[in-house]
Structure formats: structure tokens, C-alpha cells
């Protein structure tokens, strides 16, 4: 059977690959620090909100509940837009767009710390969703293009790793920052951070663009662009209190008309806005997939934790907020391992085992009650972390290692939009699974709800499992092997 990586969709028509650049780890450091402070930078934006939302309706006049838009509008937004970011690279360069969302970043960052209604704050978390929409994808294209495979699993190892820190620390941080002074510094500590970003943008963010684009797929975004918002739109209903049944059903049938008219379009057009051809690749399809499955398992996590801590054992914000450290230590410390493991056992092998392992650390914290004792959770905390910042890189390495280097930029986009529209989703289910178990009863129950659903979500992990067997045996361990 040929081989992906040898033999690539032949329908996708693309211009030739750029020379490799030179393979030197080390030379590439200040662009893997520029990197980094922007994952880091977006994806602490992204959580540390969640415990300023009781202050910020306070002072916005506002319902709790009601802050939700203020919450769901932003990682829309990034759903929405990823799949731009190609294209914009190809056309202005990568450091010009880089550039421009560091700064579209931190001024939507701005707009949101002088926020006074939740209007005026929904449209500032938009802006800030237009500029995170490119940091993420551009990122991982650069660091494609330029630095060799021997050390790109090295490298997305150290990037997730702040990414991770800054999806960790942001609830602790939140917790902190409103306890003792405003909510507005949430958004505020943002501005100084793009200042710098900005400064090492122009000095270590490399150039890549071609000498002439090709024609942006516009009605393909827009049909793409309109069945994503749509299927967010049924979950977050389907999330939150006072279903509308009726709702819900019709934004989901119109999702699904569009995204099979982009289906049928995508397959007529030659650059469309996410190639699907590039499913024929077996990893790239088993990584989309398995990423999917696995964020539906795992990505409401971290919420359901924290309102367990807090609304099921009486914690305050700030100590739930610390409880999370111990995954950040533990994904760092599994860091380095991952590259060991991927060249012992290959793609297959780990995800398949490691998948397994997640989902049993998941059932684990349906042990958890009001009188377990902190060091205890922290302990389980941190394996949960260790485990699940292996799994988060060997997804996101996988979908590149069969494929050629002219297929980076767009393997990137649908990598970033697949993770993003996951996360709602699992969000929304885990919510779905907390609010059907506690049928309006009294707290006591909410420790039961959170048992129940960390089963039922541990089950799904575990199914995930299922998807990563569907890689060759053998093919999995070369490419594996040519990281180190």
C-alpha cells in the first residue's frame, strides 16, 4: 500500500516546498521563546476568566449566567477565523501576521480591562478572538518550516509546555488578581506582554510567504465559518439553563446543511479554506479524530474540578485555583519524556496506551468526596497532568509526521479549529451530563453529579482509545524515530 508521506493527496494543488531551513535546534531559541509567550499569552486569556465571572457581573450589573457570551464569544471567534490564517500567511507573510494578531491581541486585551457594560465587553473578547485566531496556527507553521523533524517534537514539547502553564495558572492567577485588587487586571497583565511580543516579532519571527497567492476561498469560509457558529451556537443552548429543544435542533440541522455544502464545495475548489483531501492521509484523519474524541472526554475537566471544589466542598477560588499547579508540574515533568516513549513504542503503541491511562486517572476523581484530603487530590492532579500533557503533544505532532512540508500551513489550521470547536463541545457535554444528574437538587447531590459524570467521561476517553488503533504498525514507529 503506498505510502502517505511518499505518495500526498494528488487533487491538492499547491506551490512547491521552500528549501529546509537549516536544522539547528539552538539557533531557533529566540523563536520558540516569541512562540511560547503567545500560547502562553492566549491560552491563559482563556481561563482566567473563569473565576473573575462572579466580579465581573458584579460590576457590569449583570447575572452570572449572563456573563456566558462574554466567555463563549471569544473561543467562537477562534473557531471561526483559524482557518484564515493560512491563506494570510501566503499572502502577507508570516511575520506581518504574527505581528498584527500580537497587536489586535493585546488592544482587544486593553478594550476588555475598560469594559462597563457586558456589550461593550463581548465585542472587546471578538477582537481578541480575531487577533488569538492566528497566533496559535502561524506558530506551529513556523516552527514546521523551520526546524527539522529531528527536533520538532523537542520543540512542540516546549511550546505546549507553556501553553499548558497558562491554561493551568489562569484560574489560579484569576483567583488571585480578583481576590485582592480588580478584575480588570485579568485582561490588563495581556498589554505589556504583546509590547514584548511585538518587540521579538520583528527580530526573530522568520518570513515565509509566496511570490503570489492564491485566491481566498470566500464562500467556502463563509459556509465553514457559518456551520461552526452554528454548532457551537446548539451546544452553548444546550449547555446552559432553560433548554429550548426546538432551538437547539434547528441550529443544528442548518449546521449540518452547511457543512455538507462545504463538503460538496470544498471538493470543487482549488485551494479551498480546509482541504479535506488531506483526510486521505491516514495520520492526518486518525490525529483529527482522535484529538476530537479525546478533547470531548477530557476538556470539561477542568471546569467540573473547580465547581466541584468550590460549590461541592465549600473551597474558596483562590484554593481551587491552586489545587490546578500540581498539573502544570506534572506536565512539565512528563515533557521530557515524550520523545523517549514516541521512539520506543511509535505513534500507535503510546496513544493507544496513554488514551487508556487518562481515562482511568479520569474515573479516579470519582473517588474524590467532601472530606478527601487536598494532598490527595493534588497528587491525582498531577499524574492527571503528566498523562495528559503526553497525550496533547503526540496528538498535535501526529498529524505532521506523513505529511509533506507544502501541507504544514493547512494540516495547522485544521489542527487549531478542530481542537477549539472540541473544547466547546466537551465543555457543553460535560455541562449537559452535570445538569441532567442534579435535576435542581440541593449541593449535597453535586458531589454525586460529579462522580457519575467523571464515569461517564472517563468512558469516552477510553473509546477514543479505539481511534489511535487505526494507525499502521509500522509506519508510526519510523516516523517516531526520525524525531529524535
Known sequence: MPSPAADPPAAIDTPPAAPQAPPSYQSYRGLLWLVSAAFFMQALDSTIVNTA?????????????????????????????????????DRFGTRRVFGAAIAIFGFGSLLCGVAQTLHQLVAAR????????????????????????????????????????????????????????????????????????????????????????????????????????????????????????????????????????????????????????????????VALAGNLFTRLGVSGMFLLLVLFLQVGCGWSPLMAG????????????????????????????????????????????????????????AVQVFLYGSFMGLQYTAMNTLIYTDLDIQYASMASSMASTAQYLSMSFGIALASLLMEALLQGHAHTDYIVAFRWTMLVLAVITAAASTIFGRLRRDRPLRAAAGAD
Not at 515533568?333 to 487508556?356: E, H, M, Q, T
Request: hydrophobic residues 55%; aromatic residues 10%.
Open 322 to 377: 491552586m489545587i490546578m499547579v500540581p498539573q502544570a508540574l506534572g506536565s512539565i515533568c512528563a515533557k521530557w519524556v515524550i520523545n523517549r516513549l514516541l521512539n520506543r513504542l511509535g505513534y500507535r503503541r503510546f496513544l493507544l496506551a496513554n488514551s487508556l491511562v487518562v481515562a482511568v486517572l479520569l474515573a479516579s476523581f470519582a473517588l474524590l468526596g467532601r472530606d478527601s484530603p487536598a494532598w490527595l487530590i
Open 53 to 89: 465571572v462572579p466580579a465581573m457581573a458584579e460590576a457590569l450589573k449583570e447575572t452570572p449566567l449572563s456573563m456566558r457570551t462574554a466567555l463563549t464569544s471569544y473561543v467562537l471567534t477562534l473557531a471561526i477565523l483559524i482557518p484564515a490564517s493560512p491563506w494570510l500567511c
Open 126 to 285: 471578538v477582537l481578541q478572538g480575531v487577533g488569538g485566531a492566528a497566533l496559535m496556527p502561524v506558530g506551529r507553521y513556523v516552527l514546521v518550516r523551520s526546524i527539522d523533524k529531528r527536533d520538532f517534537v523537542r520543540s512542540m514539547s516546549t511550546v505546549a509546555t507553556f501553553g499548558l502553564l497558562g491554561s493551568v495558572l489562569g484560574p489560579f492567577l484569576g483567583g488571585l488578581l480578583v481576590q485582592f485588587t480588580s478584575w480588570r487586571l485579568i485582561f490588563l497583565i495581556n498589554v505589556p506582554v504583546g509590547l514584548a511580543g511585538l518587540w521579538m516579532n520583528r527580530r526573530d519571527m522568520p518570513d515565509y510567504r509566496l511570490e503570489q497567492a492564491h485566491r481566498f476561498d470566500l464562500f467556502g469560509f463563509a459556509l465553514f465559518a457559518a456551520a461552526s457558529a452554528l454548532l457551537l451556537t446548539a451546544s452553548e443552548q444546550a449547555g446552559s439553563a432553560g433548554h429550548r429543544w426546538g432551538s437547539i435542533a434547528g441550529f443544528a440541522a442548518l449546521a449540518l446543511a452547511f457543512g455538507a455544502t462545504y463538503v460538496w464545495h470544498s471538493h470543487r475548489t482549488p485551494h479551498p479554506v480546509a482541504d479535506l483531501r488531506l483526510l486521505r492521509v491516514r495520520s492526518v484523519w
